[in-house]
């Protein structure tokens, strides 16, 4: 098992059989993490990208079975931030708090149209930051709209490439539509995020080694991988949830397979476990996303119970950020932390 890692380590190519072997076997977790943190340094440095995280709206027409935010929960208070605020909160977060990146998440709203969007979209620009949009499915023409407007990147997670499951806890939704809105978004010109949930009832380390392999059939640029933590007011809400152990071991592998892109530290992770997310550093990720969003609505985008920071002010969840990677003795990117893998790939 160990000549496996070594070998992936170097070579970055594992079959879906050798994926599953080294997710079935506990016993070799801690090399795996050394492995994937040594690739980590060796393709994309000491450096940790900070996104400022800013969820502008709660309110979602879909109703995915795992999150907080479907539709069909009434006992979530809804909210969404003008974009008047929406543009302050960026600004506090480039001018003040020194960020770089601004990342706009929300459940699929429609109230925010591509015209609001691209108003929204060149006025943060005008700051000179890289943002980045997770609003969910559009059109190849929407994408390429928010490119227009100054979106450098977009996060869609594929959640799960096993689609009966994704057709079961994604109710009225398609696989397919999802994967297409994927390659639209790389046809956009945008740096493509995606990635997947660990720890959905009936998902299996044959359906991870997919993931996995679907992540780098993709060209993704950048990778998210969060446990399922279960919410009480969903249908999985008796559901176990995923461990940060199986977790980081999708992630650290992922790392191994595509050494050159982005891979933020979730925080699911740390919700999961205290330190969380301070091992995903220390395995593979270089990217942490601290929340900039005001306390009165974070406590509202709750996808998850017990996310973690909710209590914490903008400013204190930074802090909280920089004293962990001083802790590792890692330091905080001073670019915009694009993603190598994009700009390896960009004029090929
Ligand atoms: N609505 C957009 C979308 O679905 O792409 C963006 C926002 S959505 C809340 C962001 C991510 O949250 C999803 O891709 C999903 O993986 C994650 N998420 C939702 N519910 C979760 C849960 N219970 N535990 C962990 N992650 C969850
Ligand atoms: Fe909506 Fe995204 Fe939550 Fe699904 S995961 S319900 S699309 S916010």
Redesign the pocket.
């Known amino acids: 098992m160990k000549n496996l890692i070594k070998k992936a380590a170097l070579e970055h190519i594992l079959s879906r059989e050798e994926l599953i072997e080294i997710l079935r076997d506990d016993s070799c977790s801690e090399e795996l993490y050394k492995a994937a943190d040594g690739v980590r340094q060796k393709y994309v440095g000491d450096e940790i990208h900070l996104r400022a995280l800013i969820e502008f709206s709660n309110i979602?027409r879909n109703n995915?079975c795992?999150?907080?935010?479907r539709r069909d929960n009434k006992n979530i208070e809804r909210y969404r931030i003008d974009e008047e605020t929406i543009f302050k909160l960026a600004e506090h977060a480039v001018k003040v708090m020194g960020l770089k990146t601004i990342v706009l998440?929300?459940?699929?709203d429609m109230f925010y149209t591509t015209e609001k969007l691209e108003r929204l979209l060149q006025r943060i620009k005008k700051l000179d930051v890289a943002i980045t949009l997770?609003?969910?499915e559009k059109t190849l023409k929407e994408y390429q709209a928010y490119k227009k407007s100054g979106a450098d990147r977009f996060l869609?997670?594929i959640?799960t490439t096993d689609k009966d499951l994704y057709l079961r806890y994604d109710p009225g939704m398609s696989w397919e539509q999802r994967a297409q809105c994927l390659q639209d978004l790389k046809k956009a010109g945008l740096e493509l995020g995606s990635g997947c949930?660990v720890g959905l009832p009936g998902q299996t380390t044959e359906s991870y080694a997919d993931d996995i392999l679907f992540f780098k059939k993709i060209g993704a640029d950048m990778i998210g991988v969060?446990?399922?933590?279960?919410?009480p007011d969903t249908p999985l809400r008796n559901a176990s949830g995923g461990t940060l152990q199986m977790a980081l071991k999708v992630m650290a592998l992922t790392r191994l397979l595509l050494p050159d892109i982005n891979i933020p530290a979730t925080t699911?992770m740390e919700s999961l476990a205290p330190n969380g997310q301070k091992k995903a550093l220390q395995s593979g990720a270089n990217v942490i996303m601290p929340n900039v969003t005001l306390t009165t609505y974070r406590r509202h985008y709750e996808?998850?119970p017990g996310k973690s920071n909710t209590g914490y002010t903008p400013d204190e969840s930074l802090q909280k950020v920089k004293d962990l990677i001083s802790s590792i003795g890692r330091k905080v990117g001073q670019d915009f932390g694009t993603s190598k893998h994009f700009s390896n790939n960009f004029n090929k």
């Open positions: 979602c995915c795992y999150c907080g935010l998440q929300s459940g699929e997770s609003i969910g869609l997670r959640e949930l969060g446990p399922f933590i279960a919410h699911a996808l998850y």
